[in-house]
C-alpha cells in the first residue's frame, strides 16, 4: 500500500450508531488532517495532528472525536450524527504542518447518516 | 472575512479545446495559493504551488497565474482530454497548516 488509505469507502448509519473512519498514511509524514466535504461547498478542515498531538480543532461538535494513536494512523469516531453530518471526508498527510508543505489525500470516506 | 471564491462553478468544453477556470481571493495574510485537481471519488492531487513573487507555474498541460495585487489566480488547460474532467480547486494559505478552500470548478470534457 502506498500515499494515504482510508476504511470504509462508504458508510450507512443511523443516527444512534457508533462508527469509526480509519485512515493510515504509509509516506513517513508527521502531520494528519480530518476535513469534511459537503456538496458545492469548500473543504472544512475539522482536526489536525502534528507528532500525534491534535493542533487543530475547528469548532467541530462532540459527535465526531479523532484519535491520533501513531504517527501513520487517524480515526475519526462518530457517535449520534445528524443527517446533516452525511458528507464525504477526507483524511490528508503531510511531511509537516509547514507553510509549503503539500498535503496527499486520501480517497474519502462517503458517509449518509440516516 | 477569508474568503476563496472560484468561477464558473460548472464548465462543459469539448476534448481539445482550452479553458480558463478563475480564483479570487480575499484572504490574509497571503502565503502560497495551490491548484489541486479532485477525480470523482478520489481525493485531491497537487497540480502547482505559487508564491508571493511567482506569477506563473506549469504542470504539463496546466499553467496556472497569480496576480497577487488585484488577488486573482487562474488556471489555464492546454488541448483538453477525457481525463481532465474533474473538479479543480484554489486553496489559499495564510500560513502554517491554515488554509482556505474554494469550492471547486466542476470541469466537463466532452469528446
Not at chain 1, 9 to 31: F, I, W, Y
Not at chain 2, 9 to 30: A, D, R
Not at chain 2, 44 to 72: C, H, W
Not at chain 2, 79 to 90: M, R
Request: charge should be positive; aromatic fraction near 10%.
Amino acid at each position: 500500500e502506498t500515499g494515504v488509505t482510508q476504511t470504509p469507502r462508504h458508510l450507512v448509519m443511523g443516527m444512534t450508531n457508533k462508527k469509526s473512519l480509519k485512515c493510515e498514511q504509509h509516506l513517513g509524514h508527521n502531520a494528519m488532517y480530518w476535513y469534511k466535504q459537503s456538496a458545492k461547498k469548500p473543504l472544512e478542515l475539522m482536526f489536525v495532528y502534528s507528532l500525534e498531538e491534535r493542533v487543530e480543532n475547528n469548532s467541530v461538535p462532540s459527535r465526531f472525536s479523532p484519535e491520533c494513536p501513531n504517527s501513520s494512523h487517524l480515526f475519526l469516531h462518530l457517535h449520534t450524527l445528524q443527517p446533516e453530518d452525511s458528507a464525504l471526508y477526507l483524511c490528508a498527510s503531510s511531511q509537516t504542518t509547514g507553510v509549503y508543505n503539500e498535503q496527499f489525500f486520501g480517497p474519502g470516506t462517503r458517509l449518509t447518516v440516516l | 472575512k477569508n474568503q476563496v471564491e472560484q468561477s464558473p462553478q460548472s464548465l462543459i468544453i469539448l476534448e481539445g479545446k482550452n479553458c480558463t477556470l478563475q480564483c479570487n481571493y480575499t484572504v490574509s495574510p497571503f502565503s502560497n495559493l495551490r491548484w489541486y485537481k479532485q477525480d470523482t471519488g478520489r481525493g485531491p492531487v497537487s497540480l502547482t504551488i505559487m508564491t508571493f513573487s511567482e506569477n506563473t507555474k506549469s504542470n504539463g498541460r496546466y499553467t496556472a497565474t497569480l496576480d497577487a495585487d488585484t488577488k486573482q489566480s487562474s488556471l489555464h488547460i492546454t488541448a483538453s482530454q477525457l481525463s481532465d474532467s474533474a473538479s479543480y480547486i484554489c486553496v489559499v494559505n495564510t500560513g502554517g497548516f491554515k488554509t482556505i478552500f474554494g469550492a471547486g470548478t466542476r470541469l466537463f470534457v466532452k469528446a
